[in-house]
């Protein structure tokens, strides 16, 4: 079965750190990635996308995530935090028909100024 | 463009009650999703709806969770009897596809959080 896991369930980091957060899928065939963001407060929202071509995808507010076929990874990155940043984080993955969407279990990044 | 919405936001009932939750898309939508969540775990589909055809119910306790979409636009979900462990948000969403092979974005409503007592 289709899983996805992500490697942290909380990350604390003080603005202007730099942020990796880990996102492992289970699928060997072709698959579209996505990064999701939940505001405090707000509801989900699609902050990138991989579907084929250059594996290095950019997102809004500075987010870049980095699919790696091999590692079966999709890392998303920011350089630079800022305190607007706190959120809920989730990776998910498409794998099939009919546009499912297979969710890990969220990092929550807290950032302090 | 008016986003996906939901109502109630919150709910609070006591096991074995019964509750609904109401779901309108975004206009011209044609596949809604119903996906729970709950806390410390992600979004679990739980039923998707290609315009009012079920194509995906997989995942969901189909002894005590119901859903419709009827005329393809608006979506109820029911729970009948509620249990304790149903405590969780439940999330309407819903995308432009209306095909097998291509991908459309989901755009998510806020969700309606069920405490359970």
């Known amino acids: 079965a289709q899983s996805v896991s992500q490697h942290n369930h909380h990350v604390i980091l003080s603005e202007a750190a730099s942020l990796e957060l880990g996102c492992n899928y289970s699928y060997g065939g072709t698959v579209n990635l996505f990064w999701y963001v939940q505001y405090p407060g707000q509801h989900l929202q699609l902050l990138l996308k991989?579907?084929?071509?250059?594996?290095l995808v950019k997102g809004i507010k500075g987010f870049e995530a980095e699919f790696i076929k091999s590692k079966f990874s999709f890392n998303l990155r920011k350089p630079s935090v800022q305190w607007s940043d706190t959120a809920e984080y989730f990776c998910a993955v498409n794998a099939g028909g009919y546009n499912k969407l297979i969710f890990g279990a969220g990092t929550r990044l807290a950032v302090h100024p | 463009e008016a986003g996906v919405a939901q109502s109630p936001r919150y709910k609070i009932i006591e096991k074995r009650q019964s509750v609904a939750f109401w779901c309108n898309p975004i206009?011209?939508?044609?596949?809604l999703y119903w996906y729970q969540q709950i806390l410390g775990q992600g979004p679990k589909l739980l039923i998707q709806f290609q315009n009012n055809g079920v194509v995906d119910d997989s995942q969901l306790p189909k002894d005590r969770f119901s859903a419709e979409r009827l005329k393809g636009v608006d979506s109820t979900l029911k729970i009948q009897p509620a249990k304790l462990e149903d405590s969780a948000v439940y999330l309407c969403a819903s995308s432009l596809s209306k095909g097998v092979s291509s991908y459309n974005e989901q755009f998510f409503g806020p969700g309606t959080r069920l405490t359970v007592l």
């Open positions: 206009s011209g939508h044609a596949t």
């Open positions: 991989y579907f084929s071509g250059d594996p």
